[in-house]
């Protein structure tokens, strides 16, 4: 119900969701590749625990993911993971999510995904070597401009999304009449 609610609102002028590429079957600039079924089977207990995004690698948490689908990546075609989420807006008073908004507009939108993984083998093709590795726990997803994964970017976000001014940088909240019934979830 919930991934079903965020969807609705994806393209609100008040949610500034966006699309990313969380993973893709390929090694990264560490020199590993994560298998994703791992992924996926770390991800869905990350959801269920809020789906934390930090900022940059900080502690500071300022979007949520709250759903992801595999998907081929946009660039290689080779497989991968893209993630749903929205940037948090505010009260104008948290000067840290305008920022986030205004980092993520100017490229700080691209995905980290840290955690512990298990090495599961080296592994050698025509064109380098590398560290097969399984995903044990899903310890910290982050925004930044300089993914590991070189194709963990941005697909898409809600340009839409407007910030409106009077002094401070909220996003202004439209009303969403919701029908709520136990047999459908309609948004109007």
């Not at 979007?63 to 893209?82: F, N, S």
């Not at 963990?152 to 909240?173: E, P, Q, R």
Request: hydrophobic residues 30%; glycine residues 8%; proline residues 3%.
């Amino acid at each position: 119900a919930y991934k079903g609610a965020w969807r609705a609102c994806m393209t609100l002028p008040s949610s500034f969701s966006f699309k990313t590429m969380a993973t893709v079957e390929d090694v990264d600039s560490d020199g590993e590749l994560i298998t994703l079924d791992t992924v996926i089977q770390n991800l869905n207990s990350y959801l269920r625990e809020g789906g934390k995004v930090q900022q940059a690698h900080s502690n500071y948490q300022i979007a949520t993911i709250w759903d992801y689908e595999m998907t081929p990546c946009p660039t290689t075609g080779k497989p991968g993971v893209a993630v749903y989420g929205n940037v948090f807006g505010g009260r104008g008073d948290n000067i840290e999510y305008a920022r986030a908004r205004e980092d993520f507009i100017k490229g700080q939108n691209s995905l980290s995904v840290g955690g512990d993984a298990s090495v599961e083998g080296y592994e050698c093709t025509d064109e380098q070597c590398y560290v097969r590795r399984n995903m044990q726990e899903l310890m910290e997803i982050s925004l930044c401009e300089v993914p590991a994964n070189p194709y963990a970017k941005l697909i898409w976000y809600n340009d839409k999304a407007v910030v409106k001014s009077k002094g401070d940088n909220t996003l202004k909240v439209e009303s969403v009449d919701v029908h709520r019934s136990y047999n459908e979830c309609s948004y109007e």
